[in-house]
């Protein structure tokens, strides 16, 4: 049986119509798919395969069709190839330093700039539907014979309740992933990667994501990108969509565990989902009492 890597380098050749692809590295960042660095004739691409079950988080039609619209901002790197079965993606590799091997902080100005240039285009993507989206999350851990315990019941129930103070603000083209390991910095210009979760959403979700590398740097970038001291229903707002996205990554590993995937990639799933759940927890109760 051919294994992965053979398998990406007889792609790109076919693709490429070349015969001289060769594996440069893995990317190892992010939970769900398994991304290389190829290089071809002088130049290089990542090529990405969907993990197991990815379908059930990512539509690739959606994707597709953000990736179409957001090429006229000159936020993303080319995409080469894309199969909407499957979702494996051919795309230009970018040479650059990956935000999250950064202090962050200091490329604020530099994320907000891309932020803007996002929020305020004339882009129609999908609605990101949140809870929605979180409702199948639930339900796909379900039917894995998962049961949620009564204190995430009693924690997703308040959610709902702090939802209302966003159900007004206005949505806007967001990437709903925009956190460190996403973004690359390449000379003075910064690359927003791996658009398959983007949508309509509420802008300071964008900011929530920032928390993967620590909620002080979603706090720190919050205030760049709102230009003052941030108000008590804007840092309300920040500490619900963070919580939110705890919950969201909670189940989702839930149900990486629940399919083999702990055992597979030597990973515990449940600690992890543990974790999330614990920040969740926290963040609310922070949120509750500003």
């Known amino acids: 049986m051919m294994n992965i890597e053979d398998y990406i380098i007889a792609r790109v050749n076919y693709l490429m119509r070349v015969r001289d692809a060769q594996i440069v590295k893995r990317l190892e960042r992010g939970m769900s798919n398994y991304t290389y660095v190829v290089e071809s004739q002088g130049n290089k691409y990542t090529y990405r395969v969907p993990g197991i079950y990815a379908e059930k988080f990512v539509d690739r039609e959606d994707e597709q069709a953000v990736i179409q619209q957001v090429e006229e901002l000159g936020l993303n790197n080319e995409t080469v190839y894309l199969e909407l079965r499957s979702g494996e993606k051919l795309a230009v590799y970018v040479e650059g330093t990956v935000m999250a091997d950064t202090d ?21 993507f999908k609605d990101y539907n949140a809870f929605g989206r979180l ?72 900011i929530a994501c920032y928390g993967n590398a ?36 909670y189940n989702v590993a839930i149900f990486k565990d629940r399919i083999g995937l702990s055992k597979d990639l030597n990973l515990d799933f449940n600690q992890i989902a543990d974790m999330f759940f614990g920040m969740a927890t926290d963040l609310v109760g922070e949120h509750d009492s500003i």
């Open 104 to 124: 962050v902080v200091s490329y604020n100005a530099m994320s907000v700039k891309a932020l803007k240039k996002l929020h305020g285009s004339n882009l129609r």
């Open 135 to 206: 409702a199948d999350y639930e339900r796909y851990c379900r039917e894995m014979g998962f049961e949620h315990k009564q204190n995430y019941i009693d924690l997703r129930k308040h959610m709902v309740e702090l939802g209302e103070q966003v159900r007004n603000i206005k949505p806007v083209p967001c990437h709903c992933d925009y956190q460190p390991t996403n973004l690359v910095i390449s000379g003075d210009k910064l690359y927003v990667l791996d658009w398959e979760f983007a949508g309509m959403n509420d802008p300071f979700y964008d």
């Open 214 to 249: 620590g909620f002080d740097k979603a706090l720190s970038l919050l205030e760049a990108y709102v230009g003052h001291q941030p108000t008590r229903d804007e840092l309300r707002r920040l500490y619900f969509h963070r919580a939110f996205q705890c919950l969201q990554w």
